[in-house]
């Protein structure tokens, strides 16, 4: 008699537990509390971050602001992410590029904050920085187009990597702009571009986000990009670790064009991401001190070092 009430009682289970699945909660994350602009728009405007643990702007110098964040995705994987937002209507302040050991394009590969180094002196003082365009380890020079101080150094893409190419640039009068590959050549002919590096895919184009015409659309890497405002005279350059479980799992080009459009970027570009991604900032005002710049985030080579790369993009304050 106890075996059969035992077994009676095993089978009522049986038939309840399927029905009990469905109470079962999900991961009870706490709501993001954003306190920071761009942290703000993000959870106002995508549904990217489930719970925010970390969200701080500084400024870095007048008219460059950094950012940290770091949340939890909804899928419960962790997310490090870093922004710079520039306001190009500082009179002293500008964007500018460099190149490995300050010689010309082709001439091998350096880690940015070491191409930093050698370019940053009173009058050109450098406040922060992050990798650029993709590199050919054949030419050692980038795969896109190249401008420094309105000379055009390289006027073509290379025809890979395959997915679509794009550009970023600086106007002689400062406004900057990002558009893709095919508008480069009517953009060089009017003679208006002072800085110019190439991207990969656009992922933001008049205000819209981008459906990114590429297999790899979805998958997860750390990533660089950067973005602008309508008028030209923001910009928005974004770093984001991965690679790391659980650190930072990177971001798809699907999520990063709804970030760059939430932030407020009328048009944004894919950079060169993965081990490359570096985004540093000034410590120290003196050029005497050779640990002056310090890389915030995680480059996935040998266990966060940066790569070397074969250009950079740097924030600089002019004496102009």
């Not at 706490?30 to 306190?35: G, K, R, T």
């Not at 950094?66 to 992410?81: E, H, S, W």
């Not at 500082?90 to 394009?105: A, G, V």
């Not at 060169?272 to 000034?282: E, H, P």
Request: negative net charge; proline residues 7%.
């Amino acid at each position: 008699m106890k075996l059969y009430k035992t077994i009676a009682v095993m089978a009522a289970s049986a038939m309840i537990l399927p029905g009990c699945k469905e109470d079962i909660p999900g991961p009870d994350y706490p709501a993001p509390q954003p306190v920071t602009e761009i942290g703000k728009a993000i959870v106002e405007n995508t549904s990217l971050i489930a719970s925010l643990s970390e969200d701080v702007t500084w400024t870095v110098f007048p008219g460059l602001e950094a950012t940290r964040l770091r949340y939890l995705a909804y899928d419960g994987k962790p997310m490090m992410m870093f922004f710079f937002e520039v306001d190009l209507t500082r009179e002293n302040l500008t964007i500018s590029q460099t190149t490995p050991f300050d010689l010309p394009i082709g001439s091998g590969a350096e880690p940015v904050t070491e191409q930093a180094m050698h370019v940053d002196a009173p009058g050109f003082r450098i406040w922060g920085g992050t990798n650029s365009d993709f590199g050919s380890e054949t030419t050692s020079e980038p795969q896109g187009i190249f401008h420094h101080e309105g000379v055009c150094l390289k006027g073509t893409f290379n025809s890979l990597p395959v997915r679509p190419r794009s550009f970023f640039y600086l106007t002689k009068d400062k406004k900057a702009y990002t558009a893709p590959a095919a508008d480069y050549e009517t953009v060089a002919a009017s003679d208006v571009i002072w800085e110019a590096c190439g991207g990969g895919p656009v992922i933001v184009s008049e205000g819209k986000t981008i459906n990114i015409p590429d297999p790899d659309d979805l998958s997860v890497e750390p990533r660089t990009c950067i973005g602008v405002s309508q008028d030209g005279t923001r910009v928005y350059i974004m770093v984001i670790d991965g690679r790391r479980y659980t650190y930072s799992n990177g971001m798809s080009f699907h999520d990063m064009s709804q970030l760059m459009q939430a932030v407020g970027c009328w048009s944004a570009i894919n950079l060169d991401g993965g081990g490359s991604s570096t985004f540093f900032v000034r410590e120290s005002e003196g050029f005497d001190d050779p640990d002056r710049f310090r890389v915030l985030n995680w480059p996935t080579d040998n266990g966060g070092q940066e790569r070397a790369v074969y250009c950079g993009l740097v924030i600089v304050e002019t004496d102009e």
